[in-house]
């Protein structure tokens, strides 16, 4: 059994994307070292729903690291302290008996607060909706080894194909850039023969709409690369880079 | 123009400039360790470089590149400040792997540019100027005697530890840029990142360790 630690939590709070913010300070008694994040969060809104207050609001849904949307910039780390996790595969264990726990939402103009902790991320959505799909019709499933691809292709593709689309990248990124967040969506088509037709336009068009979105220049500070919780290289942004240098060049 | 209205676009110029730059100071690094040989020698090249129109023309290429790299450099700044948006985090964290000169390119820019106003300042001032105009600011040295000019401005501790300052912040530039320059190129992935970050660590030391060396030896000289 894990110890049980008492610690303070300043928690962020904004009733919307214009209003300003402030921090509201709680003080956490006796948390078992083995509940999680959320969890936490959780024992930390029914005490205020007791006490007749608002609750936090945080983005969560799947609680097992699948779905990219919990949301929560910790201590100073997209995700908090843990390295390749999501903030719901993050255990009080690793923090100490009296800490001071800062919890903000991601910060980034791309991203504007709803309310609290949860920010609009339907940025993401539209930059997929420009291209992070094939339109070729595939036509009925074949056989698995109809189209070879060669075992270091697909385990590439497999890699970038593990983004869950969180936005810690952006939350990272000194310059707001969603450069990792785009170059995996990119790669995990553009590396396999089923995505190799439309991987020029399907380059332009992602990048067209991330500059639109009023994301950042990326300056390969690595920032993302370290706190992605799905340790997605910047391997794939160099890759995005020449598909995009290249299209233009043959424009 | 996608080389302005694309952030990689933005970045592809930033890149091409910064390389164009690097291998000047390549050549300029190479030619200051004359100096340290023979007197006569360094100033022929001075003497070559001030008389030659390609070199004049190379000048305006050179500033051409400098004022591109800035103007960009500002531009793209300004750009992701606003990006990042209003409101900063009250606690943030740099993650290991992230270099400090990568997130203050800037103001290391910054830092270049005042060392380049100085360094123009006392050499290319006198030097190309004064053929112009016939009136060298330090002393009786002719425009050509490149060799005059460096003792004279390392024989000046001031001048010499401004100069050792601005060759750290021009190293710390560089060894950033440099891979960074290859990255943003497209020419990269998980082998080539780790052999750019070590050529870029060993080019930046050897340009930067070449100009202070020189410095060194007149400073040195001088005492
Ligand atoms: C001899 C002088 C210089 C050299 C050799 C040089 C070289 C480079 C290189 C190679 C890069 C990397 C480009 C990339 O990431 O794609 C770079 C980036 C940068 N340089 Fe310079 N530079 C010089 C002077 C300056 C000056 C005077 C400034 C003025 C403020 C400046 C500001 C910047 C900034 C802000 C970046 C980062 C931009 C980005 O990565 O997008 N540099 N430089
Ligand atoms: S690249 Fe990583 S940090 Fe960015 S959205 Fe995908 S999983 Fe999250
Ligand atoms: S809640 Fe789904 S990844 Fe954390």
Redesign the pocket.
Known sequence: MDKNISFTLKIWRQNGPKEQGHFDTFQMKDIPGDTSFLEMLDILNEQLIEEGKEPVVFD???????????SLYINGHPHGPATGA???QLYMRRFNDGDVITVEPWRSAGFPVIKDLMVDRSAYDKIMQAGGYISIRTGAPQDANAILIPKPIADEAMDAASC?GCGACVAACKNGSAMLFVSAKVSQLNLLPQGKPEALRRAKAMISKMDELGFGNCTNTRACEAECPKNVSISNIARLNRDFIKAKLKD | MWLSNSSIGRKVVMSVTGIALVLFLTFHMLMNLVALFSAEGYNMVCEFLGTNWYALLGTLALAALFVIHIIYAFWLTMMNRAARGSERYAVSVKPKTVEWASQNMLALGVIVILGLALHLFNFWYNMMFAELIGNPLMGGLSATDGYGYIVETFSNPVFFILYIVWLCALWFHLTHGFWSAMQTLGWNNTIWINRWKCISNIYSTVIVLGFMLVAVVFFVKNL
């Open positions: 969560h849904d799947c609680r097992e690291g699948i779905c990219g949307m919990c999501t903030t719901c869950i």
